[in-house]
């Protein structure tokens, strides 16, 4: 397949040579580009600039025109613009619970091709693709020193399977690599050593530059932003479709400019810093917009803290939070050991480009701006469930206390004690059960990770031990964090606090934090205790971490192992002791808290080059057991029909060549009722699964034990299991069942109450679609496929939301299920569903993008009610993804055709 950008029809004459030196590159010239006629897109910000670049190098007439390459210039003009574009990324990032459905699509989609009469090596990834494994590792061991050894071999036993397909997976197809186990979290690997800032390749034998960009099958591949890489998390769905040459279909973003003054103050952090922002980004409303930073606080802010900010731009909400090229990139390149040839071309290709800011640099214009003065940055966490819900550390104490009578019942007894059977403890509400320094928003930052262990350091100087009832655990996101700890002589403080590392991955952030000791989850729920979690991460959802616990606190390291000391959330921090030492005295955090200074000092002297070129120089080669994995399969992949992990899906039975016309939806029953802020964890869980689930009976029908189960995440390949778990989040409320929490519905006309998936399938039985209404922010959360490929397969033809979380509503489009929303702000309460109404659209097959249509609403008592609707298929591409029955079907048809 011939690329776009060697058939770019170069309509701007902008096509240079770049010499640095001794090598020369071709480049798309931005500046070369406004003298003909892109008048004035130097003022645009530099994350356009990139979409600009992108847009010029593969004009090609068709996918992209000069009118869309004018398209970004005259946005200067309104600020905003309605106009769809086609974005083709450099790379695809994945990682592996997420990446495993989208090979086991990719080798789906090459037995169809076979079907079909095509050739399957078309089904073939034609960018760079690269899977990191980091979602796989538990939490079963802590706080010792064989928690790592013992948690990875759970991981190979509970994985084997899945391992063995990613390897086949591995040799099957070009241009895809992967990144074993026990490596690091995929957002860390990426910004210490896959990204380059500028990217080249090869084309008709020259060289060719250009930005650095990507999409990835996690919400958090934005952290790269803070390298100035351009890239956004995706739907698994709409990654696939990447790989395989299909553009990116958007609409050219808003842009808010975010100006940073000033500097952080003493005892403040990083971590500190992102909550304010996400706060006071999520106020402002920044859905589907970038978020693009500038201003001279960003002089005073490292490539650590800039990932550290960019990793949550899924917390606040918007497509991503991008940081241009500086002095700062540069530094940081070098720290990691990439080339000095590398280095030389970023700064050369920026500064010609226009892409490189300095203290000379003008504000670009931007739709909106927002300010922040660094130094009003104060000591903070976030929840109980919540990333956006900010709480001044001064404050934790008392806001838990009345989050106690809003999100868990009042009646609560806040001073309620319960002795645990077996232990010289008890417990309470608000008891920190675990405290967990994990996942790639602090882990990738020294600054923070060094600051944990100084404070470590300080208590046990101190003599102070966490509490026994607390689980602690140490999850880096990559090993390079362990090699400047040991060097810094922090490891050992750590390990004697109980934070141990107990593996390289993504943990208790996804759910993954392991079951707590059984005597305190048999206390907790034998007496209803509303315990915390502290970690830091960037997701706190209710019933995510772990489904013993209901309040989840984002912060900073160091907080997450003073709150391990003090044991309980409602601690004050800032005013009492986290406990007393051999003398009696008490101790407060002030006594522990590291300067900025002994931190900095500290990284200089820890933090080297040479860690970055070892852990990274072999980085796809694997342990011992990897490089034990048996392959089997060539060409097509060989169903194993006894798996439990990966099973051929039912997508692409009885595909056709041509689509069959979309058929209007006629009589559909309600599946569920839903509220606010419905995530994509509630629809399609990623923990534990339950033993008398539908997925646990599945299982046990199949031969696993309960021990064997895993989690749903690590199942992702296996549909059965995965519609199974559809809806199936025991947090989750169906307002059709009031006063009931998990996964159940009402199936009309009988009125029994019954697991969504029976239900489901007894209505798939009966001939009847189904629908979902719920309210705003609906799948907001890790952009998982499996929160649409589940409801799709349990036969949901639409959903009805009050506003849809831009992933998803992406991803339900890319599996063919129609995303509306109520015009004219409307809800289902108003409308008085109870769910026994039937629901009616007719005109899908001539539906437009945008175009408001009616559904018909028949109540229980037969009265009717037209309700007004607004289609969210919001481009002509997903007009085609849409009608073809889902994205996939949508590309396998047309290279089966291009194949004819």
Known sequence: MTSAAETSLDSFKCRRRLKVGKRSYDYFDLKEAEANGLVGIGRLPF????????????????????????????????????????????????????????????????????????DPRKIN?????????????????????????????????????????LRWGSGGFDNFRVVPPGTGICHQVNLEYLAQTVWTKKENGEALAFPDTLVGTDSHTTMVNGLSVLGWGVGGIEAEAAMLGQPISMVIPEVIGF?????????????????????????????????????????????????????MAPEYGATCGFFPIDDETLVYLDATDRKHSRIALVEAYAEAQGLFRDGDTADPV?????????????????????????????????????????????GHEA?????VPGANFDLGHGDVVIAAITSCTNTSNPFVMVAAGILARNAVKRGLQVKPWVKTSLAPGSQVVTDYLEKAGLQHELDTLGFNLVGYGC?????????????????????????????????????????????????????????????????????????????????????LWPSSKAVAKTVRKAVRKSMFRRRYGNVFEGDEEWQDIKVTGGLTYGWDGNSTYVQEPPYFTDLTHTPKPVTDIAGARILGLFLDSITTDHISPAGSIGKDSPAGQYLTAHGVAPHDFNS??????????????????????????????????VHYPSGEHLPIYDAAMRYAGEGVPLVVFAGKEYGTGSSRDWAAKGPRLLGVRAVVAESFERIHRSNLIGMGILPLVFADGMSWQALGLTGVETVSLQGLNEIKPGQRIEADITYGDGTKRAVPLLARIDTFDELDYFRNGGILHFVLRSLARDAA
């Open 47 to 118: 994350s356009l600039k990139v979409l600009l670049e992108n847009l010029l190098r593969h004009e090609d007439g068709r996918t992209v025109t000069a009118d869309d390459i004018r398209g970004v210039a005259l946005w200067l003009q309104t600020r905003k613009s309605d106009r769809e574009i086609a974005f083709r990324p450099a790379r695809v990032l994945m990682q592996d619970f997420t990446g495993v459905p989208a090979v086991v699509d990719l080798a789906a989609m090459r037995d169809a091709m076979q079907k079909l009469g095509g």
């Open 125 to 165: 990834p034609l960018v760079p693709v690269d899977l990191v494994i980091d979602h796989s590792v538990m939490v079963d061991a802590f706080g010792n020193a064989r928690a790592f050894d013992v948690n990875v071999e759970k991981e190979y036993e509970r994985n084997g399977e899945r391992y063995a397909f």
């Open 259 to 311: 100006r940073l003054t000033g500097k952080l103050r003493e005892g403040v952090t990083a971590t500190d810093l992102v909550l304010t922002v996400t706060e006071r980004l999520r106020r402002a409303g920044v859905v589907g917009k970038f978020v693009e930073f500038f201003g001279e606080g960003l002089d005073n802010l490292p490539v650590e803290d800039r990932a550290t900010i960019a990793n």
């Open 366 to 410: 931007f739709t909106d701006t927002i300010a922040l003065n660094l130094a009003e940055v104060e000591p903070s966490i976030a929840g109980p469930k919540r990333p956006q819900d900010r709480v001044p550390l001064a404050r934790a104490a008392g806001a838990f206390a009345e989050a106690l009578d809003k999100e868990y019942g009042k």
């Open 415 to 419: 001073g309620k004690r319960v002795p």
């Open 507 to 591: 943990t208790t952030c996804i759910g993954n934090s392991g079951p707590l000791p059984e005597d305190i989850s048999k206390t907790i729920h034998g007496h209803g205790l509303a315990v915390a979690s502290v970690l830091s991460g960037n997701r706190n959802f209710e019933g995510r971490v772990n489904h013993d616990v209901r309040a989840n606190y984002l912060a900073s390291p160091p907080l997450v192992v003073a709150y391990a000391l003090a044991g309980s959330i409602t601690v004050d921090l800032a005013t009492e002791p986290l406990g007393t030492d051999a003398d009696g005295e008490p101790v407060y955090l002030k006594d």
């Open 712 to 745: 749903y995440g690590s199942r992702r390949g296996n549909h059965e299991v995965m519609m199974r778990g559809t809806f199936a989040n025991h947090r989750i409320k169906n307002m059709m069942v009031k006063g009931v929490e998990g996964g159940i519905t």
